[in-house]
């Protein structure tokens, strides 16, 4: 068995800066990607950003110099670090890996999301 958890959301105004956690644990022998996706009301999931485990990180062009993805393969965590928030960011975050377990397989995991809320 296989656990994201996410942490850190809540409600700021525009301009602040929050910081999210997402730590795995379970039956994990590695894990390669790791990533954020957002959701907002009415509208589909889209990656915000992603790293891998060598530390290359890719990012949505929205969220580009605003926010930094980073991750400590030691605690089995990724952090997304998000500055100059705007309303637009508002959206319930999703921690995703791809884990391979000590059985042998690779599966695409999902935390179970953590709401962001930015007031103008």
């Known amino acids: 068995q296989v656990q994201l958890v996410e942490s850190g959301g809540g409600l700021v105004q525009a301009g602040g800066s929050l910081r999210l956690s997402c730590a795995a644990s379970g039956s994990i022998f590695s894990i390669n990607a790791m990533g954020w996706y957002r959701q907002a009301p009415g509208k589909q999931r889209e990656l915000v950003a992603t790293?891998?485990?060598?530390?290359?990180?890719n990012y949505a062009d929205s969220v580009k110099g605003r926010f930094t993805i980073s991750r400590d393969n030691a605690k089995n965590t990724v952090y997304l670090q998000m500055y100059s928030l705007k309303p637009e960011d508002t959206a319930v975050y999703y921690c995703?890996?791809?884990?391979?377990?000590?059985?042998?397989?690779?599966?695409?995991?999902w935390g179970q999301g953590t709401q962001v809320t930015v007031s103008s």
């Open positions: 995703n890996a791809e884990i391979q377990t000590f059985g042998g397989f690779t599966y695409n995991y």
């Open positions: 790293i891998t485990s060598g530390g290359s990180t």
